[in-house]
C-alpha cells in the first residue's frame, strides 16, 4: 500500500506472536540490516528484549542508544506516556539520533494487540503523530499445538497484516503443511510467509499493508462452521456500488452489535459515485474507511472480510445488500 505523502505521521510496525515465536530474533535481523532507516524500538521490558550486545552504545534511564543510530525505550506499563517523551525529547535534542523514521513495537507474548492498536487509532496526542502501518505475527511451528489452545495467541493471528510461520527448519512438510492450514483458518486475509530464525527481507515486514483480493483466497477455507468462541471467517462481495452514507451507517452498526466478537475486518469497497477504490480497516469496534488509488483496470466490485466469533453470515449479507444504492435499507 502507497503511504500518503502529506501524512508527516510516525509509521509503526507491531511485532506480536505468542512466546517463543522469535519476536526478538525478527527484531535483531531488522536493527542489523543495512537499509538505511533509523528506528525508535519499544519493548515492555529490557529484560525481555535480549537486544544484541553489541547493538548498545550506552544507555540513559529509560532509553538506550543503539550502534546505528536507533534508540530503544521500556514501556513500563504506560504505552501513550513512552509515546509523548519519546517524541518530546527528540524535540528538545535529548536523543542521540536527530529523528527516527520508523517506530518498532514488540509485544510480550501473551499481549493481545488490540488495545495497542486502539491507543494508536483513538489516543489524544498519539493518533496525531504516530500511524499503525502492519502487524505482523509470528508463530512457532514446532510448538504451534500448544499456542493454538491460548485465546490471545489465536487472536494475534487473527488480527495481523502480515504472518510470519517460523522454525520450519524444526518441523517436517506434512506437520508444517498441517500448521499453515490452521493458521489459514484463523486468517486468510493476510500473506504469510515461511521462516527459519525469523530470516526475512525487512522491505515485507516494514510496508504498509492493504488487504489482499478474495481472487488470491480461492481455494481457502473460509467461512466454516465452528464451535462456540472459535474464531471463523466471513467473506462477502458485491459488485454493485454501495451508498456512501449508508455503508457508513451499516458499518457503525457492526462496530456496536459485534463488540468484544469481531476481532479484525477489512476490505475494499466500490462507492457509488467515487472514482478512487476505497479500504475499509477494522479492529473490534474500531474502524475507518479511507480512499486509495483509482480503480483503473482492476474489477470494481466491494470485497469485505470479517474474522470473529458468533458471526452470523446471513445477517451480515442482509446488511450489505442494504447498502447497495437503490436499495431500500432493511431495518
Not at 530503544?72 to 509515546?83: A, K
Not at 517506530?103 to 493481545?112: D, F, M, P, S
Not at 462477502?236 to 451508498?243: A, C, E, I, Y
Not at 474507511?289 to 446471513?314: C, D
Request: charged share 25%; with cysteine; aromatic share 6%.
Amino acid at each position: 500500500m502507497s503511504r500518503d505523502p502529506f501524512d508527516s505521521r510516525a509509521p509503526v510496525t507491531i511485532l506480536t506472536g505468542w512466546l517463543g515465536a522469535g519476536k526478538t530474533t525478527l527484531l535483531n535481523h531488522l536493527l542489523t540490516d543495512p537499509h538505511g532507516q533509523r528506528f525508535a524500538v519499544l519493548v515492555n521490558e529490557f529484560g525481555e528484549i535480549g537486544v544484541d550486545q553489541r547493538l548498545i552504545r550506552r544507555s540513559n534511564e529509560d532509553i538506550v542508544e543503539l550502534s546505528n543510530g536507533c534508540v530503544c525505550c521500556s514501556v513500563r506499563g504506560d504505552l501513550v506516556r513512552t509515546l509523548k517523551r519519546l517524541r518530546k525529547r527528540r524535540a528538545w535534542g535529548l536523543l542521540p539520533a536527530q529523528s527516527f523514521d520508523h517506530v518498532l513495537l514488540e509485544t510480550t507474548g501473551i499481549a493481545e494487540p488490540a488495545p495497542l492498536l486502539r491507543t494508536f487509532l483513538v489516543e489524544e496526542g498519539v493518533a496525531a503523530l504516530y500511524r499503525v502501518d502492519s502487524v505482523v505475527a509470528l508463530v512457532d511451528s514446532a510448538h504451534w499445538n500448544r499456542a493454538a489452545a491460548e485465546t490471545a495467541a489465536r487472536d494475534q493471528i487473527a488480527l495481523a497484516d502480515f504472518l510470519v510461520l517460523n522454525k520450519k527448519d524444526l518441523v517436517d512438510s506434512k506437520e508444517m503443511a498441517l500448521v499453515e492450514k490452521e493458521i489459514v483458518q484463523l486468517n486468510p486475509i493476510s500473506p504469510l510467509l515461511k521462516t527459519t530464525q525469523a530470516e526475512l527481507d525487512s522491505k515485507m515486514v516494514l510496508q504498509a499493508r492493504e488487504p489482499r483480493p478474495l481472487s488470491e483466497l480461492e481455494g481457502y477455507p473460509m467461512g466454516h462452521h465452528h464451535s462456540e468462541n472459535e474464531i471463523h471467517t466471513i467473506t462477502l462481495t458485491t459488485s454493485k456500488p454501495l451508498d456512501i452514507l449508508k455503508a457508513e451507517l451499516w458499518f457503525n452498526s457492526i462496530a456496536s452489535s459485534h463488540s468484544g466478537e469481531l476481532v479484525r475486518w477489512k476490505g475494499f469497497l466500490n462507492l457509488e459515485g467515487c472514482e478512487e477504490r476505497a479500504i475499509l480497516q477494522g479492529t473490534y469496534e474500531l474502524f475507518n474507511v479511507a480512499s486509495e488509488k483509482p480503480w483503473g483496470t482492476l474489477p470494481r466490485r466491494t470485497e469485505l472480510v470479517f474474522i470473529g466469533r458468533n458471526l452470523k453470515k446471513e445477517s451480515l449479507e442482509r446488511g450489505l445488500q442494504a447498502c447497495v444504492a437503490g436499495n431500500p435499507t432493511i431495518t
